[in-house]
């Protein structure tokens, strides 16, 4: 069965940092692009960041760039998102999804069962 588990969320201040963790199971990481999103309430789901199957190409929204950082061990079946002086328009449950490439910070196309549950981020003093 595929899936992808988020973690790593929680409440954090303003300006300070989490890292997020996406591990896959049921499917090869290697043969995938992984890309991080987030919803806020009341909004649309957005790409925040991708990252090409070997790493070697990474991929930010404007909003996040010089902020985040994604990475991947794949040996380890796991995709981070490093994420650095949060401010409050940063919080949303984020979700990983794969693709068979980024087109920008968004993998693409999207493959069926790519959703996890999420994690949630709450950036609050």
């Known amino acids: 069965q595929v899936q992808l588990v988020e973690s790593g969320g929680g409440l954090v201040q303003p300006g300070g940092s989490l890292r997020l963790s996406c591990e896959a199971s049921?499917?090869?990481?290697?043969?995938?692009?992984i890309g991080w999103f987030r919803q806020a309430p009341g909004k649309e789901r957005e790409g925040v960041s991708c990252?090409?199957?070997?790493?070697?190409?990474?991929n930010y929204a404007d909003s996040v760039k010089g902020r985040f950082t994604i990475s991947r061990d794949n040996a380890k079946n796991t995709v981070y998102l490093q994420m650095n002086n949060l401010k409050s328009e940063d919080a949303a449950i984020y979700y990983c999804?794969?693709?068979?490439?980024?087109?920008?910070?968004?993998?693409?196309?999207?493959?069926?069962?790519?959703w996890g549950q999420g994690t949630r981020v709450t950036v609050s003093s």
């Open positions: 990252i090409s199957r070997s790493g070697g190409s990474t």
């Open positions: 049921g499917f090869t990481l290697d043969y995938y692009a």
């Open positions: 999804a794969r693709g068979s490439y980024c087109s920008g910070y968004i993998p693409y196309p999207l493959s069926e069962g790519s």
